[in-house]
């Protein structure tokens, strides 16, 4: 009995992606990636220059920024202000969010039904990530996509 509670327990643990390996697997699967926080290029940093370098190796960009109500477009893509205009689901779902902020995409999140949930370099939300480990959803924290990605095209 107290094996299976561990095994039951212990299983929404498996949708935490830590491992260099299990990295490299969810970005060979990903091909859609939704970008919650993106900057423009005016802006410039690393919510705009990961999701560009991401796109120039093959991944689908689809822009959700949070500000810049101006801008239509970034990446030479039509933004979305919503994960709920997007259609069909993407694969990932990339966050540049402070950590404080990661819990008001939650629910959003969880509605769209990505596949994985990337918090980027610095972002870390233990609580959020369990929730959507919990609903099935692979999760990596505070982890770079462009580090990772360049360090598999060495």
Not at 2 to 24: A, C, K, Y
Not at 126 to 147: F, M, N, S, T, Y
Request: with cysteine.
């Amino acid at each position: 009995m107290t094996e299976n509670l561990t095994t039951t327990v212990g299983s929404w643990r498996d949708h935490l992606v830590e491992s260099t390996p299990d990295i490299m697997r969810v970005l060979e699967r990903v091909k859609r990636v939704a970008v919650i926080g993106i900057k423009p290029e005016i802006v410039g940093g690393p919510a705009f220059y990961v999701p560009e370098r991401m796109q120039q190796v093959g991944y689908e960009i689809l822009p959700v920024p949070v500000y810049y109500p101006e801008i239509r477009e970034i990446l030479g893509v039509p933004i979305h202000r919503s994960l709920r205009t997007i259609v069909p689901s993407v694969d990932m779902v990339q966050l540049f969010r402070r950590p404080n902020d990661v819990p008001r995409h939650l629910d959003e999140i969880l509605a769209h039904k990505p596949a994985v949930v990337w918090m980027q370099l610095g972002i870390r939300h233990d609580e959020v990530a369990e929730q959507l480990a919990r609903a099935g959803i692979d999760v990596v924290q505070d982890r770079c996509v462009k580090v990772e990605l360049d360090r598999v095209r060495r």
